[in-house]
């Protein structure tokens, strides 16, 4: 049967990967229910949802780059592509704003009050109501992370990488293939050190700043806003190794690279969060 | 709406005959579909369903209430009840229903083929299923359902057992379909209209789906966000609404609302969008004020990211954030005013006839209104601080929301389903579904305002004994009206199987595409070529 | 009225067709108010409640019209306008007016409302699941402090005894201890609690505060007569929810001073001893009180618990193993569950609990828990 189009808007054949992927979140919703109550089941479960997750993730991307260098898609199917990755970037900013909510909130209401004369008479004595702070119930002390190490040699390296993959876009609209992949492997390359040193504070901060997860408002945000940012990170690095290989296997050229450029938005994208990040967790 | 070619016989919808050879069979239909019309089915008929678990989890909740004292369920029962009847009405019954409906009709009414992202579609409405095993399994969780009310409130939610993981899971992954689902319906209605079709000449149901999943887009990833902080606050150690770790509870109203608000319009606009294509229809003139009707769906998704504190009067914020808010809140009311006023325009001077879809759409229009009007009352702050948590709450949104949206589904169905089926609906009997789901929606609801009123807590299992009659009325309606719906099913299964061959144009005031270009029942892919749009 | 079981079925439908007369004794409005504030609130509701009727009433009045007039079957003919800007422009202008004018009203109440300086007494209500404890902070009184239970019996509630329940007037809405204040006298109330999120709601009172666990917010109300005024928790705090009542006494003020003079002495009788040295059996029996008020909800009288839920205290590990687990667990509770900290309760109370706990049912450890060790370990 060939495939079906209306137009010449591509209409795809009935796909098993749908359902493949509902099962892999039938797996993944039921093993991490059972596995954060350490049942023991729960880790199968979860490990099996990965896999079926990898192997549909797999199977689907590869069938829609097939579909692309089989020239299925128009210039319509295309705008499609880009309205749907900016609506899901948009998505996305809502995401992250709800934690950026979150630590404006704590830090500008809830703390205040909590360090407020009558709080402190009848609930809590004697909490001071400074940031950085964990919280008016919690002992222990923690130290808290500074702007200018780590973190600011991170947010040069990502904004080198925004400059080498707008070089390696700028190298695709001219069809200079080697500058291509060369900026791409650069992007790559400047990603992964983040993540290295990502690590690195990570582990530093646990173990020599007692600055845990369960330390409070400022644990809690610093983990989950740099922590979602660095998963972004990780993904976003994943789908450039795919562009890159795309790019070695000559996909994209300078009309059709959807592609490439929507991992480039995102790429962006999570280069803005950092931007955010910086200033708001590390900074001020 | 006269822009549109109106010949029935003119449109492209020869490739329907032999359509058959193309259309996939079996369980590879289903269970692999990348058409519109099929996921929509399924979109629909599993909202059927969900609202039968629903609603057998009301009829719960109204037999224990039916007298004063304890006699059917356990309190943490019924509790798991009242949780899981609201998440369930609202994210597998009504949102999935108006879903449906976009899938079937969207690409109809613009003239397309099919929607933007086919194999996303379905994966969109396949993520369902899981969600709902997730939800119902959390009832056989140990220790039973979540007993949180559907807004899960912390820290409730922190100290319940297991099925509150279950819960958070499901939520995931129903915020998952949802965001999918709605960049495919944004990504349709921008990008593939047919030549001509111009944003200001979709027909309003389009226009109420691009607001709507704009909502959606906007606000399910906050909604991913508190349930997400709830479950590291469970599990991970972290204290965001705790307040020895500096967090704070009321965070997580704020966020919750912040969703929740919105998500309330999330429900009612698509059902706005539904009665505007079936009032011109019956009242055979077009529909007054298209643009100001666009202009104040705009109005009012805009307004409702505004507002979400109304629902929190009581949790303490500075009397300023309380006065903005309720400021905010009862502005709403004019653009829905607007719509309202626009409505009622509609049929005044039509010729009316009073058919079915008719009938659910006045019924709506009719006791959507006052549910409004309630929810003003409770948007006055002082006045909400009596009212708030108690049954004029319940009163209030069950008026919105099933004479509302579910009345407007109703509508909806009886108005398309010669379109989807090819078979006219029994009429007779489409009416008689109609009164008893009037009398009996009242009989359970409009009680319940007096129970608020004299201070009738909600989620509760059991209450004084001033409260005893009005519950017991209203325990009586709600058994009526639940199986007044077992009518609605025999209506449907009988106009599917048996029901007379319907026209390809059987309302004659209806004058969207798919009315015009397309035969009854519609073919598999709608328009290989896109019409002609003068 | 009060006219349950099968009368109730018979009821439901000759109401229905009963007049709007004859609907008037039941309750169709909020409850009558007993502060100045709260008839401010009344009249608010009652102004809003008649611009909506008088809005409905007249656009549907217009859809009615419509509906017989302009119909298929008696000939019309559908006119073909879609479109007036000055209409759209006026019923958009003037429900705008119409809420201005709501909003003015409203705004001066709220800001009375939220007033709550210049109190002559303060008061503090904790939610616990499932009770109130009061402390009276400041004003004649201060230093009292009580807690505040249900006190239908639990067979009224559970239907074994049904003609108890129909011939309780109160039912539900009645406490062990009910909260006193003086008439005329602005109270402040200020609302915490030590788990989830409860509300204080009196609606003869108008006032509903909720309690956040570990912050305090705070309501007011003035009572013009002296009376007993009663509501209920009203935010879903787990499975005793709708179990929880407020009982507000408003007394003149010398029968208020006179209250405030016996609780006094009561509390001087009831402070024990802190050294005094307990015997086991002494110790079980109190213990038992404390567990029937604090613990039975969820781990039961039975001490077998609820299964999934709460955990059976009867052959429990940490009931039968080291003391200082049980104190610690107590003290701290366990982040992330139903069982909270009870460091509220006094040493002598917590020793008792423990060790009641410890020598019943299953448990026979033998063990007396003194309160010095409770009282180490805080
Ligand atoms: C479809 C869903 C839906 C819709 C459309 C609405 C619409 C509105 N709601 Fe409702 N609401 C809910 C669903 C909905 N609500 C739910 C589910 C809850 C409870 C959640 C929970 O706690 O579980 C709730 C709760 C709720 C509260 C909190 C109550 C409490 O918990 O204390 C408030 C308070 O302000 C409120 C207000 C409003 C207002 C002002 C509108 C307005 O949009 C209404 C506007 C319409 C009109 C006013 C009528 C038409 C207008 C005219 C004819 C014009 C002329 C009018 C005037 C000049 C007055 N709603
Ligand atoms: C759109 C959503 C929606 C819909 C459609 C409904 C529909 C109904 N609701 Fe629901 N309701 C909510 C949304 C909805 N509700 C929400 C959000 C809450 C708040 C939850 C919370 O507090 O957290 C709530 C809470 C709520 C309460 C308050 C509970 C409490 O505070 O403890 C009550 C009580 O009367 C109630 C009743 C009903 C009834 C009688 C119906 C009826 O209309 C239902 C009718 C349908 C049926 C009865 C099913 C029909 C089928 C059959 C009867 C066939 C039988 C079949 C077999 C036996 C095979 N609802
Ligand atoms: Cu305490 Cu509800
Ligand atoms: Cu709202």
Known sequence: MSNQSAGGYYLPQPSHWPIVASIALGFLGFGASFSVNSMGLGYVLLGIGFMILFFMFAGWFTAVAHESEGGNYNKQVDASFRWGMGWFIFSEVMFFAVFFGVLFYMRTISIPDLGSLEHQQLLWPGFKADWPVAGPGIKDTFSPMAAWGIPALNTALLLTSGVTLTWAHWALLKNNRMQLIWGLALTIALGMIFLGFQVYEYSHAMSEMNLKLSMGAYGATFYMLTGFHGFHVTVGTIMLWVILFRSVAGHFNEHSHFGFEGVAWYWHFVDVVWLFLFVVVYWL | MEAVNTHADHGHHDRGHDDHDHKPTGLKRWLMSTNHKDIGTMYLWFSFFMFIVGGIMALVIRSELFQPGLQIVKPEFFNSMTTYHGLIMVFGAIMPAFVGFANWLIPMQIGAADMAFPRMNNLSFWLLPPAAFLLIGAQFAPGGGAGVGWTLYAPLSTQAGPAMDLTIFAIHILGMSSIMGSINIITTLLNMRAPGMALMKMPMFCWTWLITAYLLVAVMPVLAGAVTMTLTDRHFGTHFFNAAGGGDPVLYQHIFWFFGHPEVYIIAIPAFGVVSQVIPAFSRKPLFGYASMVYATASIAILSFMVWAHHMYTAGMPVQAQLYFMYATVLIAVPTGVKVFNWVATMWRGSLTFETPMLFAIGFLFLFTLGGFTGLVLSITPVDVQLHDTYYVVAHFHYVMVAGALFSAFAGIYFWLPKWTGRMYDEKLGRIHFWLSLVFFNLTFFVQHFLGLAGMPRRIPDYALQFAEFNAISSVGAFGFGFSQLLFLYIVIKTITSGEKAPDRPWEGADSLEWTHLPSPAPFHSFVEPPVIK | MRNLGVNKWIFAVASLLSSVAAWAEYNLNLQTPHTLL?????????????????????????????????????????????????????????????????????????????????????????????????????????????????????????????????????????????????????????????????????????????????????????????????????????????????????????????????????????????????????????????????????????????????????????????????????????????????????????????????????????????????????
């Open chain 3, 38 to 378: 709260g008839q401010k609130i009344y009249d608010l509701h009652t102004i809003v409640t008649i611009i909506c009727v008088i809005i409905f009433v007249g656009v549907f009045g217009f859809m009615f019209y419509a509906v017989f007039h302009h119909r298929k079957s008696v000939g019309h003919k559908a006119a073909q306008f879609h479109e007036n800007t000055a209409v759209e422009v006026a019923w958009t202008l003037i429900p705008f007016v119409i809420l201005i004018a709501l909003a003015i009203p409203a705004t001066g109440t709220l800001i009375t409302m939220r007033d709550t300086t210049e109190a002559d007494i303060t008061i503090k209500a904790t939610g616990y699941q499932w009770k109130w404890g009061y402390d009276y902070l400041k004003g004649e009184g201060a230093s009292i402090s009580f807690y505040s239970t249900l006190s239908t019996p639990r067979a009224q509630i559970d239907g074994d005894d049904v003609a108890g329940r129909q011939a309780n007037p109160h039912y539900l809405l009645e406490t062990d201890n009910n909260v006193v204040v003086p008439v005329g006298k602005k109270i402040r109330i200020l609302t915490t609690a030590a788990d989830v999120i409860h509300a204080w709601y009196v609606p003869a009172l108008s006032v509903k505060q909720d309690a956040v666990p570990g912050f305090i917010r705070d309501t007011w109300f003035k009572a013009e007569q002296p009376g007993i005024y009663r509501g209920q928790c009203a935010e879903l705090c787990g499975k005793q929810h709708g179990f929880m009542p407020i009982v507000v006494e408003v007394m003149t003020a010398e029968k208020y001073t006179a209250w405030v003079a016996s609780q006094q002495t009561k509390a001087v009788a009831a402070k024990v001893d802190p050294d005094k040295n307990w015997t086991l059996a002494e110790l079980k029996t109190q213990g038992e009180k404390v567990f029937g008020q604090n613990c039975a909800a969820c781990h039961q009288a039975t001490g077998m618990g609820v299964p999934g839920a709460f955990p059976a205290l009867s052959g429990s590990k940490v009931v039968n193993g080291p003391q200082q687990d049980q104190i610690k667990l107590l003290l701290n509770g366990k982040q992330g569950t139903a069982m909270n900290s009870f460091k509220h309760l006094s040493d002598v109370e917590l020793a008792s609990v423990i060790t009641y706990t410890r020598n019943s049912w299953s448990n026979h450890t033998g063990e007396a828990i003194s309160s010095a060790s409770i009282k180490a370990q805080r």
